[in-house]
């Protein structure tokens, strides 16, 4: 499905250019809000947000695992309850089943499905290579003295370098460039929710809260 995006919505730019065609769907592996117990920095979310967003990448998790057992590999990165989904599925129609579940969870505003449809699921050294590739980004990106690092998330697939966050266009602009400059990665694309320099001078950084994990209290 297609979404038109007011001026103040997503931006969705897969190198530089607009990315088409892109719906929805959810995962077997939860994105980056999963771990608990620890202080998370500020990423211009409020912290009751950033606590939405773990609450919906868990609970699509849950529903994932109850219709896909075939080692299917799907990840599922919630940011301002926006989807973003990622990974490898056997047929269009377990791509399709995904995306119409995540869709469904409470609270999600937009899904945006990148899940490929593959004969094989990938290895897990290719796994591994990716997950050296966002380290490598998030270390470039650290570096860069006109970005706030902890404001991006990076999610990567298959050499495929996803960036999210609530970003001006000049940063949007700035950590695709830096993303793009890392090795093997083969593409990189921008789902960033755009302000104005004006608004992002009115952002407050504070630290999203601890969040304590239940069975940890009996």
């Known amino acids: 499905m297609k979404e038109q995006w007011r001026r103040t919505g997503l931006a969705i730019v897969a190198a ?10 959810v995962p077997l592996l939860v994105g980056s809000g999963a771990v608990t117990g620890v202080l998370v920095a500020s990423d211009r979310r409020t912290s009751g947000m950033y606590l939405e967003d773990l609450r919906i990448e ?10 896909l057992n075939n080692g299917e590999r799907v990840s599922v990165t919630s940011f301002n309850r926006l989807v973003l989904l990622t990974g490898e599925v056997r047929t269009a129609a377990e791509k399709a089943q995904v995306e119409r579940i995540v869709a469904g969870v409470e609270n999600v505003r937009t899904v945006i499905n990148e899940l490929e449809v593959v004969p094989f699921i990938s290895s897990i050294a290719q796994r591994s290579k990716d997950t050296f590739i966002t ?3 998030k270390a470039s990106i650290l570096d860069a003295k006109d970005l706030q690092a902890n404001t991006i998330k990076v999610v990567t697939e298959m050499n495929v370098v996803y960036l999210m966050g609530i970003l001006t266009p000049r940063e949007s602009k700035r950590a695709a460039e830096i993303a793009r400059g890392v090795n093997d990665v083969r593409k990189v ?17 504070t630290p999203a809260p601890v969040e304590q994990d239940p069975a940890a209290q009996n």
Not at 58 to 67: E, G, N, P, T
Not at 191 to 202: D, H, K, M, R
């Open 16 to 25: 530089g250019m607009l990315v088409g065609s892109l719906s929805a769907c």
């Open 58 to 67: 868990q609970k699509a998790a849950s529903l994932i695992r109850d219709v």
């Open 135 to 137: 380290s490598k980004v």
């Open 189 to 205: 694309v921008r789902v960033f929710e755009t302000i104005t320099e004006e608004e992002l001078a009115s952002y407050r950084t």
